[in-house]
């Protein structure tokens, strides 16, 4: 997992806060305003881009060739967008590239995906009327199954102690093998996912209002992509969903509020 910055971005590093954590639920892309150069149409299945839209990691676009791809959201309502995430995808391959350009213009130059998992690229806010992705040099067609586009969120308070970034949170369901004579036969996983929490203390009252309360009273809540430290860790994202029903609690006699919530994500 990793995070990208555009050249725009690490000219101006303390735009995106670095050390803030990031939440990234506010998605434009929609079944409508987002297509692609190609799909597969396998028999009576087919892959299209319009799958990209749904949150669901089951689905999926998936390239009808090796060929250039470029996907495309339109954002009619010129909304500001400040970050793109890409989950479950094969762009980790050797020589693909993955440009992003901004009504034309290249904001984040031909990129090396190197982990096969979530993936955040971060810009100084724009309101782009279109908005493109480029894959180039793949040598297996590619396959995306979740994009998201929109306005991030950064936590008024860092996270530092105490806090088990999302990447090393693994959750394994496993079984292992020992013969009779008690030899160790290998493993067998059934499942794996990958799970943290976040605390925050010290919230201002017109804050967790007017920000945080928005992501956990959405219906229905859908993942979000997670950055803790995006620009110290930049490697530690995840994309995940919120576990349980977080309450925040009054935690000073001034209006300060605290909340805790839990988050699962995909391996």
Partial sequence: MAIHLSPNLVLTLEAISANAGKLCFKNIVNSSNITATSFLVDGATSFPPSNMSNPATAFGWEAADTSDQTITITNDSSTEVDYIG???????????????????????????????????????????????????????????????????????????????????????????????????????????????????????????????????????????FWAWRPGTYPAEVGYCWIEGNPRPVNQLANGMMSIDWNFRGIA
């Fill in 86 to 224: 890409i989950a479950r995808h094969n762009l980790n391959q050797s020589g693909l590239e993955v440009t992003i350009k901004f009504d034309g213009i290249v904001v984040s130059p031909a990129t090396s995906i190197s982990d096969a998992q979530a993936q955040l690229f971060l810009f100084v806010g724009a309101s782009p009327a279109l908005i493109e992705i480029a894959i180039t040099g793949a040598t297996d067609p590619a396959k995306i199954a979740v994009v998201y586009v929109g306005k991030s969120l950064d936590l008024q308070r860092n996270i530092y102690v105490g806090h088990t970034p999302v990447t090393y949170g693994r959750d394994i369901q496993q079984m292992s093998g020992v013969s009779q004579s008690g030899e160790y036969l290998g493993e067998v996983r059934f499942n794996q996912t990958l799970s943290t929490s976040v605390s925050l203390l010290h919230l201002t009252p017109e804050w967790y209002r007017q920000n945080l309360d928005e992501f956990f009273g959405r219906v229905p809540r859908s993942p979000c």
